[in-house]
């Protein structure tokens, strides 16, 4: 899949590993590293123009600091010319922190790192091209997956999921922590449903 990867330049560092990440499941890559001024936003640059003969999906890596250089800008014009969810040109978000997606966002299907920033594996990227190429197979997620499901969280060891496998709760419910077991002296990490209690756990 002809892929690029657009970002803050303050996310240069999980940019480089989920390159790396996609890279290994095949995506043609092209990084696009933005340092946001006052005219440059989604709106005014190629980012909101792709063409269907260069590029198949851009992955928009979405954080703190790309909700303070274009959320604005977003909530304003709404999604960026050109890409779509559905459509030729695919725009696939992925949330590195909490900073909530603009709600011209916010309905497409995308890729939450709930396991943190690094955790970045090799599914995540498999579920990126998969979103931005639905010809391509979609990795194996737990939870049943809907289409009023958009959120695909990343817990690392601990795999993808799609919705909370106790009560069918979105992923977004579902959060992550770390722990020490003191009778096994075993440090685990930990993710649990905030809905119903639903927890898996695995060494670290």
Request: aromatic share 4%.
């Given at each position: ?48 123009h792709p063409s269907a003969d260069t ?75 998969h979103i931005g190429s639905t010809a ?69």
């Amino acid at each position: 899949m002809r892929t690029r990867l657009s970002y803050q330049q303050q996310d240069e560092r999980p940019a480089s590993t989920l390159a790396a990440a996609l890279k290994r499941v095949g995506a043609d890559l092209v990084l696009d590293t933005w340092t946001t001024g006052p005219d440059d936003s989604p709106a005014s640059r190629g980012m909101a123009h792709p063409s269907a003969d260069t590029e198949d999906a851009v992955v928009l890596l979405w954080s703190a600091a790309a909700g303070t250089a274009w959320g604005k800008a977003l909530a304003e014009s709404g999604l960026p010319r050109g890409l779509t969810g559905t459509g030729e040109a695919r725009l696939v978000p992925v949330r590195l922190d909490d900073t909530p997606l603009p709600p011209s966002l916010g309905s497409l299907r995308h890729v939450r790192l709930a396991g943190g920033t690094y955790r970045m594996t090799d599914a995540t990227a498999a579920m990126i091209v998969h979103i931005g190429s639905t010809a391509v197979p979609a990795p194996a997620v737990r939870g049943n997956a809907s289409e009023d499901l958009v959120a695909i969280s990343d817990f690392g060891d601990l795999g993808l999921f799609a919705a909370c496998p106790g009560c069918g709760v979105s992923s977004d419910r579902l959060g992550s922590y770390t722990t020490v077991e003191h009778i096994s002296d075993r440090a685990l990490y930990l993710v649990i449903c905030g809905a119903c209690g639903w927890q898996d756990a695995c060494d670290i």
